[in-house]
T-cell receptor, first 110, second 115 residues
Framework: KQEVTQIPAALSVPEGENLVLNCSFT??????LQWFRQDPGKGLTSLLL?????REQTSGRLNASLDKSSGRSTLYIAASQPGDSATYLC?????????FGTGTSLTVIP | DTAVSQTPKYLVTQMGNDKSIKCEQN?????MYWYKQDSKKFLKIMFS???????INETVPNRFSPKSPDKAHLNLHINSLELGDSAVYFC??????????????FGPGTRLLVL
């Protein structure tokens, strides 16, 4: 069964710092990997999606990488801002089911 | 013992028709969601209900209307279907979402094709 783990569980950084969130999964037979953010009381906002054949995707200050063979993905956030504070989740899918990670709670301190 | 079930699994229909997708969860959860997965496989939230009350209503056309007769059911009705509505629609549930992230349990998806 696919298991998705995120490290760290919580992270607090001062504004302006660059940071990396980690995601690991046990079964490399994935269709794609997606990063989301969730703000309290709200649903998921999709940030980036990486197909299994891709190595990375970029959107603004966000960069996500994927190493399928080792079962790892990272989300790099450049020049963090207080508005980046949220829970970040990675999820993999085999095309039929979604497997969500445990989440990283990010706090960016002004 | 399917936790989150959706019907139908496949739906092929003509433009302009009205259709409904049903979702039921037997987990005793308070919150249910509808997501749309587009052709690029992005998963985007559409609606969220907590105990029959609408709490999230993202920017979707008015042709989409969720209905929650009780907290175990969240149905999605779509009026005047358009070609761009073709997608996979996922229902999900969680114990509660208002305090933050809770594990969401997804249904198998409904593959909608509008011709």
């Amino acid at each position: 069964k696919q298991e998705v783990t995120q490290i760290p569980a919580a992270l607090s950084v001062p504004e302006g710092e660059n940071l990396v969130l980690n995601c690991s999964f046990t079964d490399s037979a994935i269709y794609n990997l997606q990063w989301f953010r969730q703000d309290p009381g709200k649903g998921l906002t999709s940030l980036l999606l990486i197909q299994s054949s891709q190595r990375e995707q970029t959107s603004g200050r966000l960069n996500a990488s994927l190493d399928k063979s080792s079962g790892r993905s990272t989300l790099y956030i450049a020049a963090s801002q207080p508005g980046d504070s949220a829970t970040y989740l990675c999820a993999v899918t085999n095309g039929n089911q979604f497997y969500f990670g445990t989440g990283t709670s990010l706090t960016v301190i002004p | 013992d399917t936790a989150v079930s959706q019907t139908p699994k496949y739906l092929v229909t003509q433009m302009g028709n009205d259709k409904s997708i049903k979702c039921e969860q037997n987990l005793g959860h308070d919150t249910m969601y509808w997501y749309k997965q587009d052709s690029k496989k992005f998963l985007k939230i559409m609606f969220s209900y907590n105990n029959k009350e609408l709490i999230i209503n993202e920017t979707v056309p008015n042709r989409f209307s969720p209905k929650s007769p009780d907290k175990a059911h969240l149905n999605l009705h779509i009026n005047s279907l358009e070609l761009g509505d073709s997608a996979v629609y996922f229902c999900a549930s969680s114990q509660d979402s208002r305090g933050g992230w809770e594990t969401q349990y997804f249904g198998p998806g409904t593959r909608l094709l509008v011709l």
